[in-house]
C-alpha cells in the first residue's frame, strides 16, 4: 500500500546544501520537497547552523525499508556516532506515514519530538498544512529562517 510519507533532513558539517540534495536525490519516491530553512541547532556543543527540509515521499516501503535507508543515506554523507545533538553531515528522520503508527526501541512513528521542532514543523506546512495542527507552528520551538528559493 502507497503512503504519504514525510522525513525530516539536516545538514550543519560540510557542503549543507550538497547534503541535502545528494540525499533527495537518492530518496525513492519523491514527490515534492520544501524550501529549506536555517535553524539554531537545538542543544549539544556549540556548532554551526543547520540547513533542514522536509521530503514527502508516495511510497509503498515499510518504516523499517525506509530507516535502513535513512541511515545508509546518513552513512554516505559521512555521518559516524557521535554526540547526542551534536553536529552531523545528514540527519535523517521519518516523520510521518499516513495514518501508521510504530512504537519500537529504534523506531517511532511519528516522530516523538514532531510537533515540537519548529524547523519540521514549518517546512512540512510548506508541503502538507492540512496535516498540521492548528497553532503548532506557534507552539514548536526554535529560531528559524526561510531561505530565498533556489533558482
Request: proline share 11%; hydrophobic share 40%.
Amino acid at each position: 500500500m502507497t503512503r504519504r510519507t514525510f522525513l525530516g533532513l539536516g545538514s550543519n558539517e560540510g557542503d549543507r546544501e550538497g547534503h541535502l540534495d545528494a540525499a533527495v536525490a537518492a530518496l525513492p519516491d519523491v514527490v515534492a520537497v520544501s524550501p529549506l530553512y536555517e535553524t539554531e541547532p537545538q542543544g549539544g556543543p556549540p556548532q554551526r547552523a543547520y540547513l533542514n527540509a522536509v521530503v514527502e515521499l508516495a511510497t509503498d516501503r515499510s518504516p523499517r525499508e525506509l530507516l535502513v535507508a535513512a541511515k545508509e543515506l546518513e552513512r554516505r554523507a559521512g555521518r559516524v556516532a557521535g554526540e547526542r545533538f551534536g553536529p552531523r553531515p545528514l540527519d535523517v528522520d521519518i516523520l510521518l506515514m499516513g495514518d501508521l503508527t510504530v512504537d519500537e526501541p529504534d523506531l517511532v512513528v511519528p516522530h516523538p519530538r514532531l510537533w515540537l521542532r519548529r524547523f519540521v514543523v514549518a517546512p512540512l506546512a510548506d508541503l502538507a498544512p492540512d496535516l498540521v495542527p492548528p497553532g503548532a507552528l506557534e507552539a514548536a520551538h526554535g529560531g528559524i529562517r526561510r531561505l530565498d528559493p533556489r533558482p
